[in-house]
């Protein structure tokens, strides 16, 4: 796994996804789903979903 979550493992990050969705609906619930700090959420929670959908790619590709 490459990128800045490349030092966690596969239930590590999905707990970072959970935590990370989580926040970002509290914060559009706060400041509304165009704000800026909700749309840097997102694209947080966006680079730990790709991060964990390659993973899952190059597990299956080993097999």
Do not use: W
């Not at 997102?42 to 993973?55: G, H, K, P, T, W």
């Amino acid at each position: 796994m490459e990128g800045p979550y490349a030092d966690v493992d596969k239930k590590s990050l999905q707990e970072k996804i959970r935590d990370k969705r989580k926040q970002m609906i509290q914060v559009a619930n706060l400041y509304g789903f165009t704000s800026l700090i909700t749309v840097q959420h997102s694209q947080e929670l966006d680079v730990l979903l790709n991060e964990y959908s390659r993973e899952n790619l190059s597990s299956i590709s080993s097999c």
